[in-house]
């Protein structure tokens, strides 16, 4: 039956926000939203984040299958090569995160396009060409992030250290300190949990632009855009700005039951696909214990389990679960990084995801191009503007 594209308002059925429409085949990761699971090639999030490490599951997600110890120093020494940033883009970190004038998101969506410019590559429409992009973007990311980070504080940009793995050298180039193994592996369990989730708005967004056979750059500046918003990787950020506003363990019931009789979204709380607890907020609780005990601060640990229990009982049976910010955020606060920076961070980590789908949609590409049902007025003839 033909679809009806022209309408009244309401008058055709169809999955707002696309809920549930297949968009196309992909072999990077699968989330079993009922069950609450999640596999990149069909690994469990659980093991990748127990073993694992950001360049091995980014390898992982590249070329669809786990690298040899060969394969995986050669991508660990091409992501070293690419660290550094051009120095035209350290300069615009410099003028515009200077006092913290800039939202980091936006920083970062300038400087990767901007990257792009300084990039005779970046045009280059061969599947080799691409892949070196994915790769060099990839790397180059957390060297935006830690910029922009120490701009801010008034601190000099570090550059990075070619003998660190990418999780310890992006918190180097913040702090100025090789951070203690512990840490390390916190930020690599932080980068393998957020690099890929099936479908989201943000992947989607990226093979969209990928579509139309748009340079890397392009399609990795809309997924930025994309994971900008509070409805996506914004919400992390939101976690810990509600936290301070509840303020204490003892405030957060009352807080959340006015909220909740309000219909406020509880930031963290909720997801399209699970409608169970999202695995990546279990694995980041468990080290949220140990990390708000080094740091000292057990209180936002304690107000976060209470939220998390209040929100099961009461919505649990409606499918809103925790999801993978609601921890993120308590973990990263309390290594000190500012909240305004998870939404990159979680940008760090998503770009593998975003890359590596970006050269699955080159494999067998078709432009996206969708429907609009039209509910706008019938034909009319123009009116010229001294007669409206
Ligand atoms: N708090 C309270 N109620 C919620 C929440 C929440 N966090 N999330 C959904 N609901 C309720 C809605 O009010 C709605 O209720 P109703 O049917 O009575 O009107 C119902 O659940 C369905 O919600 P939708 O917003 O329609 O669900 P959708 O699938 O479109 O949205 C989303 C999913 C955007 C994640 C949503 O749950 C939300 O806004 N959560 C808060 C923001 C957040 O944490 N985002 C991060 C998601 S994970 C990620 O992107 C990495």
């Given amino acids: 039956m033909a679809v009806k594209l022209v309408a009244k308002p309401g008058e055709v059925e169809f999955p707002k926000g696309m809920e549930g429409v297949i968009a196309s085949e992909s ?4 989330v079993n939203g009922l069950e609450g699971k999640l596999y990149y090639e069909g690994i469990k999030i659980e093991d990748l984040a127990e073993n694992s490490t950001f360049e091995e599951t980014f390898f992982l997600l590249l070329y669809d299958r786990l690298p040899t110890a060969d394969e995986l120093e050669i991508l660990r020494r091409r992501m070293v090569q690419y660290r550094t940033l051009p120095t035209e883009v350290y300069n615009l970190i410099e003028t515009v995160s200077a006092g913290y004038l800039a939202q980091p998101m936006a920083v970062m969506r300038t400087a990767v396009s901007m990257t792009a410019l300084f990039d005779e590559a970046a045009e280059e429409e061969t599947e080799l060409a691409y892949e070196r992009e994915a790769i060099k973007i990839t790397s180059r990311m957390a060297t935006i992030v830690a910029a922009i980070d120490r701009v801010r504080r008034g601190l000099p940009i570090l550059q990075p250290r070619a003998d660190l793995s990418h999780a310890a050298n992006f918190l180097y ?6 951070p203690d193994p512990f840490y390390a592996k916190v930020m690599d369990v932080i980068l393998i949990t957020h690099a890929d989730h099936g479908c989201n708005a943000s992947t989607f967004t990226s093979i969209v632009v990928a579509s139309t056979l748009a340079d890397m750059y392009s399609a990795v500046v809309g997924g930025i855009s994309s994971l900008k918003g509070q409805l996506h990787g914004g919400a992390n950020q939101r976690v810990m700005r509600m936290l301070d506003e509840i303020g204490s363990v003892e405030n957060a019931i009352p807080w959340l039951e006015d909220a909740v009789a309000k219909r406020k979204k509880i930031m963290g709380f909720g997801h399209r696909v699970y409608k169970a607890m999202d695995p990546r907020a279990i694995i980041l609780h468990e080290y949220a214990k140990e990390v708000t005990k080094r740091a000292g601060t057990e209180r936002y640990l304690e107000m976060a389990e209470v939220i998390e229990k209040f929100m099961i009982e009461k919505l649990g049976r409606k499918g809103i679960w ?12 309390s290594m000190g990084i500012d909240s305004d920076l998870f939404t990159p961070i979680f940008a760090v980590s998503r770009v593998a995801g975003w890359t590596s789908h970006i050269l699955e949609q080159h494999t067998d590409n078709r432009i996206y191009r969708p429907r609009f049902v039209y509910v706008g007025p019938a034909t009319q003839e123009y009116v010229p503007m001294d007669k409206r």
């Avoid at 072999?27 to 699968?30: D, G, Q």
């Avoid at 180039?173 to 090789?178: L, Q």
């Avoid at 925790?322 to 606060?333: I, K, L, T």
């Fill in 27 to 30: 072999k990077k990761s699968y």
């Fill in 173 to 178: 180039m913040m702090t100025g300190e090789e």
């Fill in 322 to 333: 925790p999801n993978v910010d609601f921890f993120s955020g308590v973990v990263m606060s």
